[in-house]
C-alpha cells in the first residue's frame, strides 16, 4: 500500500469536476475494501453541506473549527467503509471557525481511515491553501481548457508554498479525438499526469440517480478511469466491476431507523439518506441526526462547469 494516505484534491477553477473526482475515488477504494474518509474542506463555499439537506442543528466541520464538538461528532456514514465530514453554509458559524483546528481533525482521520481525501476549495485563502500543507500529497484536477490549466499553475505554486508535496494532475472531460497533449499540459504545470477522465453522459445521470459513478455505471469509460486511478495513488489492485456486481452495492446505504428522510432539491427523488456517525469506526452504530444523500451531493457540487 502507498505510504501516501491523506490526499487533497484541489483546484485553481471551479467546476472542473474536482469533487466529483473525490467521490469518486473514494467510493472505488471504498468498495475495494478500504476506510475512506472525504472531508469537506472548503469552510465558506461548502461544496457538500450546500447540497445536502442538514437539520438546523445538524453537526458540521465548522462546529469541530470552532471547537464545539469532536470531528467523529461531524462524521456522517455514506455506506459501508465510507463516511464524509460536510462543512457548513452558516455565515456567522462560519466567522467562528478557526482553519488551524483542520490540522488535528485531519491527524484523527488518519488515525481511523485508511484514506483520508480533502476536497479544497478553489480560489486563494488561507483556509484553501492549509490543506495543501496538511495532505500528504496533493492532486491537481483540471479540464484541458487554457483557463483552467492557467489556475491549476497557481494551485501548483501554492502547493510549493505550503510546504505541500504534489502527486499529480489530473485532466477531465478530455476527449478522445482530441490534438491536445495531456502529457504536455503536465509537463508545461511540472508535475506527473496521474491519468485522464473522459468526458461521459452517464456522469450527469449518476448525479440524478443519487449514486457516485464507479457505482452508477461501472463499465463507463470514466469510471475505469477513476479506479484505476485510485488504485495507482492506493497502491492496490482494484478489480473491475461490472455493473451485476455493483448492484445493491453498499456505496447505497440504507438508513437507520433514526434517519429521517429528506430529498435535497439538486439531487432529486431518486436520492437515497446518509447516515449521521456517531463513532469514528466505520462499522459502528450512528446518532440521530437528519441530511440528504451526501455521495449525490459531493457529485452535484461539480456537475456543471462554472
Do not use: C, W
Amino acid at each position: 500500500m502507498s505510504h501516501e494516505t491523506v490526499y487533497a484534491i484541489a483546484s485553481g477553477k471551479g467546476g472542473v469536476g474536482k469533487t466529483t473526482t473525490t467521490v469518486n475515488l473514494g467510493t472505488a477504494l471504498a468498495l475495494a475494501g478500504e476506510r475512506v474518509a472525504i472531508v469537506d474542506t472548503d469552510l465558506g463555499m461548502a461544496n457538500l453541506a450546500g447540497f445536502v439537506s442538514l437539520t438546523p442543528d445538524a453537526t458540521t466541520l465548522h462546529d469541530v473549527l470552532a471547537g464545539d464538538v469532536s470531528i467523529e461528532d461531524a462524521t456522517y456514514r455514506l455506506a459501508d467503509n465510507i463516511v464524509a465530514v460536510p462543512s457548513g453554509t452558516d455565515l456567522d458559524e462560519y466567522a467562528e471557525t478557526s482553519p488551524e483546528g483542520l490540522r488535528e481533525a485531519v491527524s484523527e482521520l488518519r488515525s481511523t481511515y485508511d484514506f483520508v481525501f480533502l476536497d479544497v476549495g478553489a480560489g486563494i485563502s488561507h483556509e484553501t491553501v492549509l490543506p495543501l500543507g496538511l495532505a500528504d500529497a496533493v492532486v491537481v484536477v483540471s479540464t484541458p481548457e487554457p483557463a483552467a490549466v492557467q489556475d491549476s499553475q497557481k494551485t501548483v505554486e501554492l502547493t510549493d508554498r505550503a510546504g505541500g508535496d504534489l502527486a499529480g494532475l489530473v485532466v477531465t472531460r478530455t476527449h478522445p479525438d482530441s490534438d491536445v497533449s495531456y502529457e504536455e499540459i503536465a509537463d508545461r504545470l511540472g508535475v506527473p499526469l496521474l491519468g485522464t477522465v473522459p468526458e461521459d453522459p452517464t456522469s450527469r445521470e449518476s448525479v440524478y440517480a443519487g449514486t457516485p459513478l464507479v457505482v452508477y455505471d461501472p463499465d463507463s469509460p470514466a469510471s475505469d478511469s477513476y479506479r484505476r486511478l485510485a488504485a495507482d495513488l492506493a497502491g492496490i489492485e482494484i478489480p473491475d466491476q461490472s455493473a451485476d456486481d455493483a448492484d445493491g452495492s453498499a456505496v447505497d446505504a440504507t438508513p437507520d431507523d433514526a434517519a429521517v428522510d429528506a430529498t435535497s432539491e439538486d439531487a432529486g427523488d431518486a436520492a437515497v439518506d446518509a447516515t449521521p456517525h456517531a463513532d469514528r469506526s466505520p462499522d459502528t452504530s450512528e446518532t440521530e441526526a437528519a441530511h440528504d444523500d451526501v455521495s449525490s451531493a459531493i457529485t452535484e457540487a461539480e456537475s456543471d462547469p462554472s
